[in-house]
């Protein structure tokens, strides 16, 4: 069959030499991803044939053969797994150039070290390319399940690959790696030898589901060895040797599996090539029985926040594969966590729509959360450091649970922190906020916005940094909305500084304070009235402010309003929000809001001239203060321009 050459897109070829030269620091990984790509392909097929009547495909013996050759010095990786059609091929094989190959290049050379950069490799899941470090061609062999045609697919790592129609090709796939010469220098070792490859295996994938057989060498190898030796050739043929125990991790107990076999599992699953931060064993018995071994991760993906991300945990009837990414077994904003769910009473044509109903699916859902988060917050405690790194790269995907599951929601806010104006560099958690709660503070305090540094310097924080009143700082695109449902914590309310009425001191404070603004509301009293009316289009309401102390005036939402971001971010979505009036608040103390009084009773019935113009300017620098967008920026400027000409 006639065989077509295509280049590697410039990003690729890139990408393949820095992985083939520069990357990796221990090359035997690649005969555990050729394995773990194996593996997949068994199970898939397994799942496909439970599926599917007419496929014809034998699973009598599903396995994994490794063969070597050490006059030709090749290796190959065979399975009679599920195969990939010729678009497969292109697709999945063909190419690792996509949208995202240019920010991984540029992640990658900015990576501090080999652990980050191989991080990085198993986000971006190239773990088949990883045979270009130990060989000089790499081609692929494969046929689909149900199909008469294979494909080869071949390549040397530099320039070009090429992809052709073969007639006759076995079920599954074969991929034959024209090894590399032995470099003990550059630890490239003889993956040639029986010894090796017994070793790699038993390390990396002794915990696979499916044998891992290793054919005898060739007949040249044994014919060369035997006359080194001396010794009379046996003719006797050799059966495979079945490198691997097979036995589920997760159905050992904990005293039989090292911490390595956990991490090789959690690596085999998750196509991560870090291990995980850590690992969380349970087991139940009973009415309903099961086992868990779940992983949270060192480190987020870079697609946690995409729309195709991939989710859920890998699940198994009586330890056989049933199916991969059950999202019904973890709500989404656990979608991080990897591992393995083995049931004893589950259906093995169970299918996804039937999970979404099923009682002790919901069970297990229910269990399995619960359990990462009592995990996470025994991590609080036992060891901050490593919670620090849980909450740096998941507490933003966590906190997504607060608008979703009302049961878990005391939990995931105990295990919460937030950053705050008590310490610009450690965040806080709300168990500890409460702690350093001042005596009368009756809530817990915060603000959201786009940064720390905008939400600082926010007019809405002058009486709260006068008083020395702790205020959270959520800047999290979430935090807008989880908030809105003004959760509690330890019977504390959580209140934001820009909404309703500020009441801060001691009661003695507060009754001294509710004196002196009843006189500054009588003072006030016609101003305020006559810049409600005047400004009515835009604010539902002008009152003197009690959070004020260096600027002028602030906008603020009422008690139980949306806020504008809020607002916004319904609209981004395509969901129509009625737009909300809000308060402009003044400052009495500020001179400019004590001249404009001043000015307002002097004139009386001719108030409006000239002071129309600066009530308006001055609730448009309070929206500007806030970080608001003017309604007519245009008049704004217009109006700012002409007050500063009169300066002159």
């Given at each position: 069959?006639?065989?077509?050459?295509?280049?590697?897109?410039?990003?690729?070829?890139?990408?393949?030499?820095?992985?083939?030269?520069?990357?990796?620091?221990n090359k035997d990984v690649f005969l555990r991803e050729l394995v773990s790509n194996a593996?997949?392909?068994?199970?898939?097929?397994?799942?496909?044939?439970?599926?599917?009547?007419?496929?014809?495909?034998?699973?009598?013996?599903?396995?994994?053969?490794?063969?070597?050759?050490?006059?030709?010095?090749?290796?190959?990786?065979?399975?009679?797994?599920?195969?990939?059609?010729?678009?497969?091929?292109?697709?999945?094989?063909?190419?690792?150039?996509?949208?995202?190959?240019?920010?991984?290049?540029?992640?990658?050379?900015?990576?501090?070290?080999?652990?980050?950069?191989?991080?990085?490799?198993?986000?971006?899941?190239?773990?088949?390319?990883?045979?270009?470090?130990?060989?000089?061609?790499?081609?692929?062999?494969?046929?689909?399940?149900?199909?008469?045609?294979?494909?080869?697919?071949?390549?040397?790592?530099?320039?070009?690959?090429?992809?052709?129609?073969?007639?006759?090709?076995?079920?599954?796939?074969?991929?034959?790696?024209?090894?590399?010469?032995?470099?003990?220098?550059?630890?490239?070792?003889?993956?040639?030898?029986?010894?090796?490859?017994?070793?790699?295996?038993?390390?990396?994938?002794?915990?696979?589901?499916?044998?891992?057989?290793?054919?005898?060498?060739?007949?040249?190898?044994?014919?060369?060895?035997?006359?080194?030796?001396?010794?009379?050739?046996?003719?006797?043929?050799?059966?495979?040797?079945?490198?691997?125990?097979?036995?589920?991790?997760?159905?050992?107990?904990?005293?039989?599996?090292?911490?390595?076999?956990?991490?090789?599992?959690?690596?085999?699953?998750?196509?991560?090539?870090?291990?995980?931060?850590?690992?969380?064993?349970?087991?139940?018995?009973?009415?309903?029985?099961?086992?868990?071994?779940?992983?949270?991760?060192?480190?987020?993906?870079?697609?946690?926040?995409?729309?195709?991300?991939?989710?859920?945990?890998?699940?198994?009837?009586?330890?056989?594969?049933?199916?991969?990414?059950?999202?019904?077994?973890?709500?989404?904003?656990?979608?991080?966590?990897?591992?393995?769910?083995?049931?004893?009473?589950?259906?093995?044509?169970?299918?996804?729509?039937?999970?979404?109903?099923?009682?002790?699916?919901?069970?297990?859902?229910?269990?399995?959360?619960?359990?990462?988060?009592?995990?996470?917050?025994?991590?609080?405690?036992?060891?901050?450091?490593?919670?620090?790194?849980?909450?740096?790269?998941?507490?933003?995907?966590?906190?997504?649970?607060?608008?979703?599951?009302?049961?878990?929601?005391?939990?995931?806010?105990?295990?919460?922190?937030?950053?705050?104006?008590?310490?610009?560099d450690e965040p806080t958690t709300l168990r500890q906020y409460v702690e350093r709660m001042?005596?009368?503070?009756?809530?817990?305090?915060?603000?959201?916005?786009?940064?720390?540094?905008?939400?600082?310097?926010?007019?809405?924080?002058?009486?709260?940094?006068?008083?020395?009143?702790?205020?959270?700082?959520?800047?999290?695109?979430?935090?807008?909305?989880?908030?809105?449902?003004?959760?509690?914590?330890?019977?504390?309310?959580?209140?934001?500084?820009?909404?309703?009425?500020?009441?801060?001191?001691?009661?003695?404070?507060?009754?001294?304070?509710?004196?002196?603004?009843?006189?500054?509301?009588?003072?006030?009293?016609?101003?305020?009235?006559?810049?409600?009316?005047?400004?009515?289009?835009?604010?539902?309401?002008?009152?003197?402010?009690?959070?004020?102390?260096?600027?002028?005036?602030?906008?603020?939402?009422?008690?139980?309003?949306?806020?504008?971001?809020?607002?916004?971010?319904?609209?981004?979505?395509?969901?129509?929000?009625?737009?909300?009036?809000?308060?402009?608040?003044?400052?009495?103390?500020?001179?400019?809001?004590?001249?404009?009084?001043?000015?307002?009773?002097?004139?009386?019935?001719?108030?409006?001239?000239?002071?129309?113009?600066t009530a308006e300017l001055l609730h448009d620098l309070a929206l500007l203060a806030e970080?608001?967008?003017?309604?007519?920026?245009?008049?704004?400027?217009?109006?700012?321009?002409?007050?500063?000409?009169?300066?002159?």
């Amino acid at each position: 069959m006639p065989s077509e050459t295509f280049e590697f897109q410039v990003e690729a070829r890139q990408l393949l030499q820095m992985m083939i030269h520069s990357i990796y620091s221990n090359k035997d990984v690649f005969l555990r991803e050729l394995v773990s790509n194996a593996s997949d392909a068994l199970d898939k097929l397994r799942l496909e044939a439970l599926r599917d009547d007419s496929l014809g495909a034998d699973v009598s013996d599903l396995h994994i053969d490794i063969e070597t050759d050490k006059q030709a010095r090749t290796l190959t990786v065979r399975d009679n797994g599920i195969g990939m059609s010729h678009d497969e091929v292109v697709q999945l094989i063909g190419t690792i150039a996509n949208s995202g190959t240019a920010k991984f290049l540029r992640e990658l050379k900015e990576a501090e070290d080999s652990a980050a950069a191989e991080g990085l490799i198993g986000q971006f899941g190239v773990g088949f390319y990883s045979s270009f470090m130990v060989a000089d061609e790499v081609t692929l062999l494969t046929r689909r399940a149900g199909e008469s045609q294979g494909t080869r697919w071949t390549s040397t790592g530099e320039g070009t690959y090429t992809i052709e129609t073969v007639d006759s090709a076995p079920q599954g796939t074969s991929v034959t790696l024209r090894l590399k010469p032995e470099d003990a220098d550059d630890r490239l070792y003889d993956y040639t030898s029986a010894w090796k490859i017994r070793e790699i295996v038993k390390r990396y994938s002794d915990f696979i589901t499916w044998p891992v057989r290793m054919a005898p060498e060739t007949a040249a190898a044994d014919a060369a060895a035997t006359a080194d030796s001396g010794a009379a050739a046996d003719d006797a043929p050799r059966e495979p040797e079945t490198l691997n125990s097979m036995k589920a991790l997760w159905a050992r107990s904990r005293d039989e599996v090292t911490d390595d076999e956990y991490h090789e599992l959690y690596k085999h699953i998750s196509h991560d090539w870090i291990a995980p931060l850590e690992t969380i064993r349970l087991q139940a018995e009973g009415t309903f029985e099961y086992q868990a071994l779940l992983f949270i991760p060192s480190h987020a993906p870079q697609d946690l926040f995409m729309q195709g991300y991939k989710r859920g945990i890998q699940l198994y009837v009586k330890r056989v594969f049933i199916m991969d990414d059950c999202e019904a077994l973890m709500p989404p904003y656990l979608r991080f966590v990897k591992g393995v769910v083995d049931a004893q009473d589950l259906s093995l044509n169970v299918s996804r729509e039937i999970l979404q109903q099923d009682r002790q699916i919901q069970l297990m859902h229910r269990r399995l959360a619960k359990k990462v988060l009592s995990t996470v917050k025994d991590m609080m405690s036992a060891d901050p450091e490593r919670y620090a790194t849980f909450w740096r790269e998941f507490g933003r995907v966590l906190k997504e649970g607060l608008l979703s599951d009302f049961e878990n929601r005391d939990a995931i806010l105990g295990v919460a922190s937030f950053a705050t104006t008590h310490d610009k560099d450690e965040p806080t958690t709300l168990r500890q906020y409460v702690e350093r709660m001042k005596d009368g503070q009756e809530h817990i305090y915060y603000l959201t916005g786009e940064s720390r540094q905008a939400i600082e310097n926010s007019p809405h924080m002058e009486a709260f940094r006068a008083k020395g009143v702790e205020v959270l700082l959520l800047t999290d695109p979430v935090d807008e909305v989880w908030v809105e449902a003004e959760p509690e914590f330890d019977g504390k309310k959580l209140r934001s500084v820009a909404k309703g009425e500020v009441d801060l001191g001691t009661e003695e404070e507060k009754k001294e304070a509710a004196t002196e603004r009843e006189n500054r509301q009588q003072e006030y009293a016609d101003l305020l009235a006559w810049m409600t009316d005047r400004l009515s289009e835009t604010v539902k309401e002008v009152r003197l402010s009690s959070r004020l102390t260096v600027s002028p005036a602030c906008i603020v939402s009422d008690t139980h309003d949306v806020t504008p971001a809020l607002e916004n971010m319904y609209r981004a979505m395509g969901q129509p929000v009625p737009h909300v009036k809000r308060i402009l608040e003044l400052n009495p103390e500020h001179p400019l809001v004590s001249g404009l009084n001043a000015a307002h009773a002097e004139r009386g019935e001719d108030a409006a001239i000239g002071l129309e113009e600066t009530a308006e300017l001055l609730h448009d620098l309070a929206l500007l203060a806030e970080g608001g967008e003017l309604g007519d920026p245009s008049r704004f400027v217009r109006l700012m321009a002409d007050r500063l000409e009169r300066t002159l």
